[in-house]
């Protein structure tokens, strides 16, 4: 079975830009989180969709914004791209949104903002 | 926002030693885990700890929940080159689902 797929692997963009980041998780997986994990840090929380509701936002600003299509595909969308949003950007499918549903993780979005 | 404190940052140490990772809160968590994770690659899930003072084995890795669900360790025996990676952990808030808090990661590396 395919694991948590997300394109494209490496980005290149400049101050100001916007961009957006798919993921396209495993079947049957019904939610979607994103985590944004700078060089050198663990990853930090930006959103969960289950059912393709938003089921929790992190401390990001409202520049970031996602969303869950019916086929629980997702993007993530970051707009008025800053120097310190260079960062891999996760994608993580669960079954449910429950405590004990395991996040399996892509292997990320490498962002680079110039 | 809840914070969870791993330590060592980094680890070098030689191929058949032991060695443990702390990750700690001061607040408590539905459930905690383990992951490691590879150069270019997202983290892998090796262990899901639930209940306070629950012991977990995977082979020669052992994983650790407090007794108030606050903090965890991971400890290793005889650690092998394969073991290097980033070791990180990651709390479930109470009521916050599979919603991650994750620690700043441990770097380990087992020189042979």
């Known amino acids: 079975d395919a694991g948590v797929t997300q394109s494209p692997t490496h980005l290149i963009k400049t101050r100001g830009q916007h961009v957006t980041l798919r993921c396209s998780p495993i079947?049957?997986?019904?939610?979607v989180s994103w985590y944004q994990q700078v060089l050198g840090q663990g990853p930090q929380f930006i959103f969960q969709?289950?059912?393709?509701?938003?089921?929790g936002r992190g401390n990001f600003p409202d520049r970031f914004s996602a969303r869950q299509f019916p086929n629980y595909s997702s993007e993530l969308n970051v707009n008025a791209l800053l120097l310190g949003d260079s960062a891999l950007y996760l994608c993580?499918?669960?079954?449910?949104?429950?405590?004990?549903?395991?996040?399996?993780f892509g292997n990320g979005t490498r962002l680079t903002v110039t | 926002t809840q914070l969870l404190e791993q330590s060592p940052q980094f680890l070098s140490i030689q191929e058949g030693e032991n060695l443990t990772v702390y990750c700690n809160s001061s607040?408590?968590?539905?459930?905690l885990q383990w992951y490691r994770q590879e150069p270019g690659e997202g983290p892998v899930l090796l262990v899901t700890?639930?209940?306070?003072?629950e012991v977990k084995k995977l082979k020669r890795l052992t994983f650790q929940f407090g007794d108030a669900r606050k903090d965890s360790s991971l400890h290793i025996t005889a650690a092998q080159p394969g073991d290097t990676g980033l070791y990180l952990c990651?709390?479930?808030?109470?009521?916050?689902?599979?919603?991650?808090?994750f620690g700043g990661g441990t770097r380990l590396m087992v020189k042979p």
């Open positions: 993580a499918s669960s079954l449910g949104a429950g405590y004990n549903s395991p996040l399996h």
């Open positions: 079947s049957g997986h019904k939610s």
């Open positions: 969709y289950y059912e393709k509701e938003e089921r």
């Open positions: 607040s408590v968590f539905s459930s």
């Open positions: 700890v639930v209940t306070g003072g």
């Open positions: 990651a709390g479930a808030e109470v009521n916050a689902g599979n919603m991650l808090t």
